[in-house]
């Protein structure tokens, strides 16, 4: 991958549209009209972290769990017949997720695809909020915070988070807590569909086998705003460069320990692209299965299949994690540090930094295969203001250098935090 | 798909797929499932995609997939109704999408016949110490940890209660208490065994599924090799009565499942009712279970359900608060009781069907759908296409959905109740 010169058939995968509209609203389509099905995200930068925002002079503060207690409820419309049964009407399989940063509506279908792009439109464009209503999904998401509660994953997850940040709201689940949805009102919900669900804070995003002409009709049919709303303006906590709580541990009904090792780094301002190519390439020739430490780990018995490390990169807050099951859990911290101090003094491994480049390559190619894939690289390629073609430029234009420039300056000890879960002592 | 014969017991299937980024190829190894073997022929895929006497460093492996773009590297050894499944596969990018040109199809056959043929030996002509040692201690953690998802858990349980000795309940994993057994002798002798006796289907997809297989059956050319024959699957009885268990867990949720028994083998029919069946009681946002049980009632957060083929029985779980799993309990049995009693009605249905031809239609976008559907139904005996099952679905009617749910029983219900609840398991 020294010379960066990609074969037609990549060069042709990557072409897709695009259009903006007045609104604001972006539509992004890559036609694939060998494929029978359609994937479409209708997806909002809105997740679990935008906790506070200022619109139009007034300020709003939300409860933890609002993003993701919105996904729950837009699927209810104002005559009582809630979206799934529509989607249902037309064979089409839907969901949604929220995430960190954003919320997605999604669906495939095969069938009736205009009939499903009205639907989705129409429910996630035109929500509608009764107390009555509310008070209900407060129960039934109360029962998903004790599934994810049990979840000792989950639980490593989040309890890291709350290790790394004083104040930044990706401490907090994304489900919120009990306590916290409670506060959860209509007058919320629609000041966050004014402020996030306009088309402006928007993608539509599909894959399959549908034209552009197909989509703008089923965009003019929706009634959406015709001009751009106002900014919504975020805000984020101050947090501190320290880490909160350096090391916590819990106990819970599991087999082995399961540990964490997270890093707290500066956020990153302006563009991610480069820096998240960076954090994926320190985390593979670290740790990943084709590093000596991997393998030492896996073969001494130290961890087991899922061992691995990983990073976040959202607004205001950057973090690596390393995880995994060990019954030394001590242990593979500590080989981890010495594995970052004997790459920080030997150099990394040119070799590996090149077959690294090249996975990344084929993944984002293979990413290009399904309909669902694709439609979720276009979402989530916008919402990092890039395309997908930037995205395998930047992995091709990154050097060994810049990856060993960041291992001398990230994953510093004074800004990790140890977090376990251990069985539940006798 | 066509399924072909080249050898005796060596079968391909070319499964389409010019219009995928990456071609994929699979190795399936299926013999009889027994009891006295599961444990070593679950370790078996694991120790032989360590290394290979063509790559014998398991770093070095991981490197050479990273090479190829990130080649995926699969393999699995599960149980399917009464026959025990060995797989390898591999697959990645097509050779269109290399950077410089490379044959990428070739080196995955290469690298999957050597894996499969030519694995890393000890002086001694058996598996390597080493392999054994750390695969077998990695299977024993893998057993142990099964309660860390309780979900998963309490279903396993259920299944352990219905299922007992019978070929069903036979673990795919394996037994933790067979594992010190397991020598490199006597491992080798289950593979050498496993490559004497099994059926193989060779099943490649955006590659060349005759050359692959013709491989293959080149590698099986030894002395001694006579494929024997799969059992049929014998359905679960009925349990004379509903039998109920619990245990106790630190757990917020509660865990409930139901398994009920018809007591009947399946076949092509029995397989497009019940999937009809079941998507509308419990597999869908607008099934009977979701509609009623969680949203009007409140009685938990998710409930689904599965048809089993293998066994004809219906798989019902639920997540539920501790102190509702006898309400869960009780509203997910009156609907089934109503589905029995009463004909579904036909709008109702049509959502059902419409849903599963669109879910058929969608797996044929995608490489590892298509092959993993054209081989189970190898391994059931139905051999259809996805088109073919979706126009039995089509044609299925209120009456056989009635017929179908009367047929069932509850037979077992185990319940993660909370800490300190009783446990009668």
């Not at chain 1, 509209?21 to 972290?49: D, K």
Request: aromatic share 8%; hydrophobic share 40%; glycine share 8%.
């Amino acid at each position: 991958m020294h010379k960066y010169q990609l074969p037609p058939a990549a060069e042709k995968a990557l072409r897709f549209e695009q259009v903006e509209l007045p609104n604001g609203l972006v539509i992004r389509l890559l036609p694939m009209p060998e494929y029978g099905a359609v994937h479409t995200i209708y997806g909002t930068h809105f997740g679990s972290i935008n906790r506070a925002f200022e619109q139009g002079g007034k300020s709003v503060v939300l409860p933890a769990g609002t993003a993701h207690f919105m996904e729950h409820k837009m699927f209810e419309n104002a005559d009582g017949v809630d979206a799934f049964t529509l989607f249902g009407e037309t064979g089409a399989s839907s969901n949604a997720y929220t995430g960190f940063d954003r919320t997605s509506y999604i669906f495939t279908a095969t069938d009736q695809l205009e009939r499903n792009l009205d639907i989705l439109l129409s429910f996630v464009g035109h929500p509608h909020f009764t107390k009555a209503t509310v008070q209900k999904e407060q129960g039934i998401i109360g029962q998903e915070i004790g599934m994810y509660e049990d979840n000792p994953d989950a639980r490593s997850l989040f309890g890291m988070m709350e290790c790394l940040y004083h104040n930044h709201p990706v401490r907090d689940d994304i489900a919120g807590t009990v306590a916290s949805i409670a506060e959860i009102t209509p007058e919320i919900l629609y000041a966050c569909a004014d402020a996030f669900y306009n088309p402006g804070n928007m993608v539509l995003a599909a894959a399959g086998n549908l034209t552009m002409k197909q989509l703008l009709a089923a965009v003019e049919r929706a009634g959406l705003p015709a001009e751009r709303a106002p900014a919504t303006k975020r805000v984020f906590p101050a947090e501190p460069d320290t880490v909160a709580t350096p090391r916590v541990a819990i106990e819970m009904p599991v087999a082995m320990p399961l540990f964490c090792l997270g890093f707290k780094e500066a956020p990153v301002q302006g563009s991610t692209t480069k820096t998240e190519v960076v954090c994926d390439l320190l985390c593979e020739m670290l740790c990943g299965d084709t590093s000596t430490l991997y393998r030492r780990l896996y073969d001494e018995g130290l961890v087991q299949p899922g061992f691995g490390g990983e990073f976040g990169c959202y607004d205001g807050c950057l973090q690596f994690i390393f995880s995994g099951e060990s019954r030394q859990p001590e242990a593979v911290r500590e080989a981890i540090f010495a594995e970052i101090a004997r790459q920080r003094a030997e150099g990394m491994d040119a070799g590996q930094f090149d077959i690294c480049k090249r996975m990344m390559y084929g993944e984002a190619i293979a990413d290009l295969e399904s309909v669902e894939r694709v439609a979720s690289v276009l979402s989530s390629s916008y919402f990092r203001g890039r395309t997908p073609a930037e995205e395998l430029a930047v992995i091709a234009a990154v050097t060994l250098a810049d990856v060993e420039e960041a291992l001398h300056t990230m994953l510093q000890e004074d800004r990790s935090a140890f977090h376990l879960v251990n069985p539940v002592s006798e | 798909m066509k399924r072909t014969q080249i050898a005796p017991g060596v079968f391909y299937t070319q499964v389409p797929g010019e219009k995928f980024k990456r071609c994929k190829l699979a190795v399936h190894l299926v013999v009889p499932g027994r009891r006295e073997n599961a444990t070593a022929l679950a370790l078996l895929p694991h120790v032989l995609d360590r290394r290979c006497d063509a790559v014998p460093d398991p770093t070095a492996l991981s490197r050479l997939l990273f090479s190829l773009y990130g080649a995926e590297l699969g393999s699995e050894s599960y149980t399917a109704g009464a026959s025990r499944i060995v797989s390898l596969s591999v697959g990645g990018l097509k050779s269109e999408y290399a950077m410089a040109g490379e044959d990428l199809a070739g080196q995955y056959l290469d690298l999957l016949c050597n894996l499969l043929f030519h694995p890393k030996l000890s002086d001694q002509g058996f598996f390597e110490d080493e392999d054994l040692a750390i695969e077998k201690e990695k299977q024993a953690e893998f057993l142990k940890s099964e309660l860390n998802d309780k979900r998963s858990y309490c279903m396993r349980q259920a299944r352990r209660k219905l299922y007992a000795d019978s070929p069903l309940g036979i673990e795919s994993p394996g037994y933790l208490e067979d594992l010190p057994g397991i020598t490199p002798e006597n491992l080798y002798a289950e593979y050498t065994n496993l490559l004497n006796t099994a059926q193989v289907e060779v099943l490649a997809c955006g590659m060349d599924a005759e050359a692959a297989a013709r491989r293959v059956a080149e590698s099986l050319v030894r002395p001694g090799r006579a494929p024997v024959a799969l059992p049929p699957t014998e359905a679960v009885p009925v349990p004379p009565s509903f039998e109920h268990f619990s245990e106790g867990m630190d757990t917020v949720q509660g865990k409930l499942c139901i398994l009920c028994a018809s007591g009947k083998s399946s076949d092509g029919t029995a397989d497009a009712v019940g999937r009809v069946a079941s998507a509308l009681y419990g597999g869908l946002p607008t099934s009977r279970l979701f509609v009623s049980v969680r949203e009007q009632q409140g009685l938990c957060y998710y409930c689904a359900t599965a048809f089993g083929y293998f066994g004809g029985t219906l798989t019902i779980d639920s997540g539920v608060d501790h102190d509702k799993a006898e309400h869960a309990r009780d509203a997910i049995l009156a609907e089934l009781e109503k589905l029995q009693q009463t004909p579904v009605p036909q709008d109702e249905l049509d959502t059902a069907i419409r849903y599963l031809k669109s879910a058929f239609s969608s797996a044929k976008d995608s490489p590892d759908a298509l092959m993993n559907w054209a081989f189970t139904e190898q391994i059931k005996g139905t051999g259809r296409s996805l088109d073919e099952m979706a126009e039995a679905v089509g044609k299925v009617t209120p009456g056989e959905v009635q017929a179908l749910m009367a047929g069932l029983t509850p037979a077992v219900e185990y319940v993660i109740t909370g800490k300190g609840g009783a446990s009668d398991a």
